[in-house]
């Protein structure tokens, strides 16, 4: 069946960049997507890139897909502390009615 | 903006209690979804909705049951509350013409 995968943990200093990675095994994805949580709170969609797409830039954040390898990531530049929260990455399956295929999340942890 | 609200940011319930957790989105969304998250398990896709009355399983329905009367509300019952059901309740809208899920504040269950 499917699968997302992500690494659980990531802690980096404030200033560097920031690079969470994520797999995902259905390679009829029509969307994926980053996902960010805050401590007690719902997600918050990040951004999202299509799926004939290689690149995505939003301002300090840039989304790239290698769709040969299934491989989804996010890169933030210059972290800092308010980007602490965990991370979901997600992918839409074409017929799956809008479902999405979550990762267990990525914890950046952004050290001062 | 797309507004997703719940009910209840916490609640507090005894085992055996019958529990509603409320749903509202205001963007006339035709899908609507319920997830719990645990640690270390990420979202596990509850019940979800493409349309007024109708009603899907997801990966874990067991000891739940969902109602949708009205288009903008999506209820999450539990019938009779065990402890294995404390857990954060996250609730999510997509417009049928889109992919993108918008999530609820999430509500944090304790069942005593």
């Known amino acids: 069946g499917e699968d997302v995968e992500q690494s659980l943990f990531l802690s980096v200093r404030e200033g560097d960049s920031s690079v969470i990675n994520c797999t995902y095994t259905?390679?009829?994805?029509?969307?994926l997507y980053w996902y960010k949580q805050e401590p007690g709170a719902g997600l918050q969609l990040l951004t999202y890139?299509?799926?004939?797409?290689d690149m995505k830039q939003d301002q300090r954040l840039t989304v790239l897909l290698n769709k040969k390898d299934k491989h989804l990531s996010l890169r933030i530049a210059d972290t800092q502390t308010g980007d602490s929260a965990i991370y979901f990455c997600?992918?839409?399956?074409?017929?799956?009615?809008?479902?999405?295929?979550f990762g267990k999340g990525t914890k950046l942890s952004v050290k001062p | 903006d797309v507004k997703v609200t719940q009910s209840s940011r916490y609640l507090v319930k005894r085992t055996g209690e019958k529990v509603f957790l409320e749903c509202v989105q205001d963007?006339?969304?035709?899908?609507m979804f319920w997830y719990r998250q645990d640690p270390g398990l990420g979202l596990r896709l509850i019940y979800f909705?493409?349309?007024?009355?109708?009603?899907e399983k997801g990966d874990i329905p067991e000891g739940y049951s969902v109602s949708r009367e009205k288009k903008e509300r999506f209820s999450l019952i539990l019938e009779s509350a065990s402890t294995n059901q404390t857990s954060m309740y996250l609730c999510?809208?997509?417009?049928?013409?889109?992919?993108?899920?918008?999530f609820g504040p999430g509500t944090r269950l304790l069942v005593l």
């Open positions: 999510a809208s997509r417009s049928g013409s889109l992919e993108t899920q918008y």
């Open positions: 259905d390679s009829s994805s029509t969307y």
């Open positions: 890139i299509f799926s004939n797409m």
């Open positions: 997600a992918e839409s399956i074409r017929g799956s009615q809008g479902n999405l295929i």
């Open positions: 963007m006339d969304h035709e899908n």
């Open positions: 909705s493409y349309d007024v009355k109708m009603k």
